[in-house]
Nanobody
């Protein structure tokens, strides 16, 4: 089970740190990722990280502003979101999968486990 937290209301230009903690299963060897879904839009890829934490990928829309990283125990993944824009407003979901890291992890179908979302609202 994955538990996401850290969302909230923030002004444009502000920052948040989203957390995703695993329980009931060890996700230390899993690829983990973040997706988001804005109202009326499809769920989209945000970022992914391999099990060791040394390979990361980002959607073009968040490159340079968002950072995905794993906790020391590798069972927690974080998403540091900086320089937030109104268009970043969405429900953010964390994901995990035991498969190998690759392009399939840039799509929602590449993940087996999903947490409930945490809402990020960016005001102007």
């Amino acid at each position: 089970q994955l538990q996401a937290s850290g969302g909230g209301l923030v002004q444009a230009g502000g920052s948040l740190r989203l957390s995703c903690t695993a329980s009931g299963r060890t996700f230390g060897r899993y690829v983990m990722g973040w997706f988001r879904q804005a109202p009326g839009k499809e769920r989209e890829f945000v970022a992914a990280i391999n099990w060791s934490g040394d390979i990361t990928d980002y959607a073009d829309s968040v490159k340079g502003r968002f950072t995905i990283f794993r906790g020391n125990a590798k069972n927690t993944v974080y998403l540091q979101v900086n320089s937030l824009k109104r268009e970043d407003t969405a429900v953010y979901y964390c994901t995990a999968d035991s498969g190998p890291y690759g392009r399939s992890k840039f799509s929602a179908v590449g993940y087996e486990y999903w947490g409930q979302g945490t809402l990020v609202t960016v005001s102007s």
